[in-house]
Every structure is written in C-alpha cells, then in structure tokens.
C-alpha cells in the first residue's frame, strides 16, 4: 500500500469505514456466486435475473473484456484462483475476436486491457502480452493523422464514420501507453497523446461538460459538427460522457505527467460532483436533458467515483480529501439504492442506462459492477491497476 492510498483509506469516517467493510463482505459473497455459475461465459445486461452468454452472440461486442476485470480485481484482492481461471476463460475467448479483426473497432481497450494485459501484469504472461500488443496495435492503426484523433466505430450499410471521434477512446488509450512502455516504442504513446490532445481541444468544454462525438473531415482535420450521441442532443451533457472525460483524462495524466490533463479531469470532475450534489449523488442520463421523463444512470456514477479517486492519488494532500469525500458519497448512494446482493440473481448494481434514448434503462449492466468492485476496492486499498 502507496502512502498516498493509505492517506485516502485514513480519511474514511467511522461510519463509512463500517459500511464499507460491510459492502466488502457482501461483495465477496456475490461474485463468489456468480463466478461459480458464470465462469467463463461474457455477461452484459442480465435477463430476468440470469446472464446470457453475449459471446456466443457477439464476440466483438465492446464490453466483452469488463467481466475478466472484475475476475482480476477480486482474484488480487482474495487470491481466489476459480477467479483467475474463469477470467483466463474468458480471455482465450476473445482470441476469436482478434482472429476475426473485421468486427473489431475502437474498444479495444476496454476488450484487452481488463484480460490480457491485467493476466500479463499479474502473472507475466506470455501470451497475454502478445495478445495485448495485437489490441494495441489494431487500435494505433484507428489513428487519423490529418485530424489527430482515433476513428470510433466502423462504417455500416448506411454510414460513413471515418470522420468519427468519441470521448469514450480516451479510456481505451491506456492501451497505447502500455504497448509503449512494454516495447519501448514511442509511436504508441505519440498517438494517444494526439488523441488526447484533440479531445481536450473539441471535446472538453470551457465549464467542465463534454460533447460525446466529435465529427471531422477524415481528409481535413477540420471539425464538422458535434451531435448528440447517447446523450439527449447536441450541446446537451450525457453524463457518462462526463464520466469518461473525467476519468480518461486522469489517466492520461497518469501517464505523461502533463499537467494540461489534470487540470481538464478537475475541471471535469467539478462539474460532475456540481451536478450529482443536487440528485442525490446519482447522476441523471443526461444533466441538461429536460426535466421529463427523469432517468438516471448509475454507470456514470460509478465510472466516476473511479475517476475521482485517480485524481485524488494525484493531488495535493490539501485537496486530496474533496475528490474521495465526493467518490465515496457517490459510490455509497448508488449501492444503498440500487444494490443486489441476492447471490442467485445475477447483477450487481441496477439503476444502469445505456442512453439517453436507448430502451434499456434502469437495468444492471456488466460495465457498472466494473466500476463498482473498483472503486470499492480502491476505497480499500486493494485495487489493481488496470489501466
């Protein structure tokens, strides 16, 4: 344990530090229980209480990586090995993935770095990394150089994204550090920090909220226009978008050291923890959506409470305390409203919305009880860095 994360663990209050062990206990007791019925299955969004195997239906789907991470994240913090077996599962699964590549588009971040790359970190090994270098590799060779920015998703029968730039990549370019730490290859890094930088500069809004899509000109550069997305509509404020920025700019910070990017994830994290202050400490799909119909998303919460403790690490001691005082408030009022810990239902947290116009609401998904088991165990000190 780093001193800073034990300064973080020591600033838990009596009672926050009670229902965080309580939390912990119920957490081991339910993934204990999926683990066992899920094994190596990919879960997304459960289905009258039960996970299907999403891949058998979409081995390319971008969320396919999430259920390794939190096998990963449990099995360095309990040394359970029926975790790290099924997570090993998983990750020979996605090998369809990479030998198919066509299906393949900016997510491979989220895909490798939960599998591959946390076996190669917590094991050393071999294969792993090599599989997490393919992913790399695949994601650099997104990159647009006329527009300084990773293509998001992958043309269809009726569309043309090669222009196309999402906050999301800014969680997937971790990825790219890695690969370039690992090979010693400057190129990894040269792109993410392009991509970061193009983020910052059309993306990222002067009070701290964030467009979703960015749209260039592939062969310009030039920006073309800035739709809605999965938030509301353009120039409104999809509040995992919000999240995303928070987050991935803290990493990014993380991984350079350039001050330009903490300062946007604390610009970005005000704003969030402005608005989450005033619902209860759970977000709203979109923060400038209308006031009807009322709908919330919990992965957005959760997301950020993990952003937020980032920041927090890389703070000043004085200011250290705002961003895991917010992270906690945030982390414990989505548990206390939206927890299942019934051990045969599968699904950890309810309360998740994958857009803002999109029919599944309200539901537990895979990404949310990611970011859940993160945050709690960062709040523990027992985290393993996955990005």
């Avoid at 190129?187 to 990222?204: G, N, P, V, W």
């Avoid at 000043?316 to 409203?337: D, G, N, Q």
Wanted: include cysteine; aromatic fraction near 10%; hydrophobic fraction near 40%.
């Amino acid at each position: 344990m780093t001193n800073v994360t034990q300064q973080m663990s020591g600033q838990i209050g009596g009672g926050d530090q009670e229902w965080l062990e309580t939390v912990w206990g119920k957490l081991k007791s339910k993934m204990s229980a999926e683990c066992e019925r899920i094994g190596g299955n990919i879960p997304y969004i459960p289905v009258n209480g039960k996970y299907e195997d999403l891949g058998k239906k979409d081995i390319y789907w971008w969320t396919n990586g999430f259920w390794a991470g939190m096998l990963w994240q449990m099995h360095h913090a309990t040394g359970g090995n029926a975790y790290r077996a099924a997570a090993e599962k998983v990750e020979e699964r996605l090998d369809a993935a990479l030998h198919g590549f066509e299906g393949l588009h900016h997510d491979v971040g989220f895909m490798w770095l939960h599998s591959a790359v946390a076996n190669y970190r917590l094991t050393g090994s071999k294969p792993s990394r090599t599989r997490g270098l393919h992913a790399a590799n695949i994601l650099a060779g997104r990159y647009n150089p006329a527009g300084r920015f990773l293509r998001a998703w992958n043309d269809g029968p009726n569309n043309n994204v090669a222009g196309w730039m999402i906050i999301d990549c800014l969680m997937n370019i971790p990825l790219l550090y890695w690969a370039s730490q690992e090979t010693n290859d400057p190129r990894f890094r040269d792109i993410a920090i392009s991509h970061a930088d193009t983020a910052l500069r059309t993306a990222l809004r002067a009070d701290g909220s964030s467009n979703h899509i960015v749209i260039f000109d592939p062969s310009e550069g030039t920006v073309l226009e800035t739709p809605g997305g999965q938030g509301f509509e353009s120039g409104s404020s999809w509040s995992r978008g919000q999240a995303w920025a928070l987050y991935g700019m803290a990493l990014s910070h993380k991984h350079t050291g350039k001050e330009e990017y903490l300062n946007a994830a604390k610009r970005t994290a005000h704003y969030f923890i402005a608005n989450v202050a005033v619902t209860g400490w759970v977000p709203l799909t979109d923060f400038r959506a209308p006031a009807e119909p009322v709908s919330y998303d919990t992965t957005a919460a959760l997301c950020a409470a993990c952003g937020l403790l980032q920041i927090a690490e890389m703070s000043a001691e004085h200011e250290r305390s705002m961003y895991t005082e917010a992270a906690l408030k945030i982390v414990r009022a989505v548990e206390e409203k939206y927890g299942n810990w019934n051990p045969d239902e599968d699904g950890i947290i309810g309360g998740g919305t994958v857009a803002y116009h999109d029919g599944e609401q309200a539901v537990p998904i895979i990404y949310g009880d990611y970011f859940f088991i993160e945050a709690v165990l960062r709040l523990r000190s027992q985290e393993v860095d996955l990005w």
